[in-house]
């Protein structure tokens, strides 16, 4: 922890749960104690790190909680003793539904992925999307995130279809994508919400969202940090970048 505070890095994220896609035989079993999982959060916390856990088995989960984590990633075998644990830690849930969604279509193709991998993909991937509605029935804290890069970058907007499909409502989705996100971060001063004071980064699409949410995969629009990018659904010429005077 203290190396990647020297390193400059900023976000820390451990595994106490196996994966999906490495080549081992198991993708929930434990795989470091609590003690360990102690040691390395308390440490991250003190530099300031937001620690995040990739877990999928219960037991990982219920680790990586009781440690002190930030958020659990992925979740999938996330039972009831661990939404209990994670409401009273405060703990975030990330679903990364559209990791187990593809993961779980690509299963299916011969020879996409080695035996093993393709064994747990088949397994694990359909899970996670009735666990997200559990978890959001039960009242756990969710944030968005998408694991991008386990599928095709460009394609994460399918996680907003993908949530409200597991039963939550789209203003919620787009909550846990802006002001829920920017929490857990530890952001939320700069990020999150269109107010005066924080950084002018703002999307827009065609029409509204909550009749539609599948048009959070057309944006129109583009400004980061007050600089527009792109208007109309078109790249905008950086000659003269717009200001961020005044911008919420």
Known sequence: MRLHYKQGDDLIKIMPSGGVLDESSSGDNPQMTLDEIKAVVSTAHDYGFTVAAHAHGAEAIRRAVLGGVD????GTFMN??????????????????I???????KAKVPGYY???????????GPQILGTAGRAYRAGVKIAFGTDAAVY??????????????????????????????????KHDKDLGSV??????DLIAVPDNPLDDISLMKRV??????????????????LDAPASASGSP
Do not use: C
Request: no cysteine; charged share 20%.
């Open 71 to 74: 958020s659990i990633e992925h």
């Open 80 to 97: 009831e003793e661990d939404m209990r644990l994670m409401k009273e830690h405060g703990t975030w849930y990330v679903p990364t539904i």
């Open 99 to 105: 990791a187990g969604d593809f993961v779980t279509q």
């Open 114 to 124: 080695p035996t093993q991998v393709a064994a747990k993909a088949a397994a694990i």
């Open 152 to 185: 095709p970058h460009g394609q994460n907007a399918h996680e907003f279809e993908l949530m409200v499909q597991a039963g939550m409502p789209p203003m919620f989705v787009l909550q846990a994508a802006t002001t829920h996100a920017a929490e857990l971060l």
């Open 195 to 200: 107010t005066v004071g924080k950084l002018a």
């Open 220 to 237: 129109s629009f583009v400004m980061k940090d007050g600089v527009v990018y792109k208007r109309d659904g078109k790249a905008v010429e």
